[in-house]
């Protein structure tokens, strides 16, 4: 039986919103009867950036609230889309007048309820935009959506447009930053062993221990196909061959590279994963101009991982660039 270190399941995520805020007291705040987390400052005098999802997926989303990035993050139930509700008060809790941006990962229930909470936000005279990523190259249709799915390129958006945001851009071009984005960024990732809900006796899938799923969801939604266990050379030359494939990246392209754990990954093996993708995209004499290795966008304690590549020009390598205050993108 696996083993989680907490108190009762149906607390799980009041107490990581707790646990979050109060480790960062200082930085951030959490909206009253909502799991809602916000700048300290908020609302600050720019366009605002609200996104959010299920939770599980951690630090994705509220460890990208603060300067540079996002206003506020909202988090629903493990792997279960956030409330209209809680969203609406997001909105209204971050808006300086300036407009806000909804991100949106394309999960149906996600776009569903962001979609429901921007109507009741324009309703009280907010103005309201949204994306929606859809950076997964792995499959055209899952178990949760209609289309691709929203998976770590979601945080390159949440990166560039909150810069654009944070230099004073108008919601308009906010948004039009953003899909520039979302245009530009492709996602494939593989798992070596499933996660567990905090509620759950049985993991949300089952893999042999000689098998891993290449192309599986964040949540645990099936994959593009189940093989023997490679090495992990083999993988991420297979993984990049999709994402370069699909947008498709050419030779002397410039990109970021992200090298994305899945909440069980030890930084050895994916440390080891991005020296080859490094090697990989040089021998296809595209530019690896911006490195990041970490949990990004992780599933719980799923042993895996996730490569991102994002095409960038001047604009969006500026503002990857510019300053934050969140620690993974210093």
Do not use: W
Not at 130 to 159: M, P, W
Not at 237 to 246: G, K, M, N, P, Q
């Amino acid at each position: 039986m696996n083993k989680k270190l907490i108190n009762n399941p149906d607390d799980v995520v009041s107490e990581l919103i707790e646990g979050l805020v109060l480790a960062k007291s200082d930085k951030l705040d959490k909206l009253a009867d909502y799991n809602v987390v916000v700048r300290k400052d908020a609302p600050v005098e720019k366009v605002a950036l609200v996104s959010g999802g299920g939770s599980g997926h951690e630090p994705a989303h509220a460890g990208y609230v603060g300067p540079g990035m996002l206003d506020a993050a909202v988090a629903g139930d493990v792997f279960t889309s956030p409330t209209p509700d809680a969203i609406f008060e997001a909105i209204k809790a971050v808006d300086s007048g300036k407009g806000v941006l909804l991100v949106i990962k394309n999960y149906t229930g996600d776009v569903m309820n962001f979609e429901m909470a921007a109507e009741l936000a324009e309703a009280e005279g907010i103005e309201v935009e949204q994306v929606i990523v859809n950076d997964d190259v792995a499959v055209e249709d899952s178990l949760y959506t209609t289309g691709r799915r929203g998976v770590a390129g979601t945080v390159f958006v949440h990166k560039i447009a909150g810069a654009k945001a944070a230099a004073g851009a108008d919601l308009k071009e906010v948004k039009r930053t953003a899909e520039k984005v979302i245009a530009n960024v492709r996602s494939k990732g593989v798992a070596i062993n499933p996660c567990r809900l905090p509620s759950a006796k049985e993991s949300t899938f089952k893999l042999a221990e000689d098998e891993i799923e290449m192309g599986i969801g964040i949540h645990g939604e099936p994959g593009t196909e189940r093989t023997k266990i490679k090495s992990v050379d083999q993988i991420v030359s297979e993984l990049l061959s999709d994402i370069i494939a699909d947008l498709p990246f050419t030779k002397d392209d410039k990109v970021a590279l992200m090298v994305n754990g899945m909440g069980g990954t030890p930084l050895m093996e994916l440390y080891i994963a991005t020296r080859k993708a490094i090697n990989f995209l040089t021998e296809q004499e595209i530019d690896v101009a911006k490195t990041y290795t970490g949990e990004f966008m992780t599933s719980l304690e799923m042993e895996g991982l996730s490569l991102t590549l994002l095409k960038l020009d001047n604009d969006l390598t500026e503002l990857l660039n510019a300053e934050t205050e969140i620690n993974l993108f210093k």
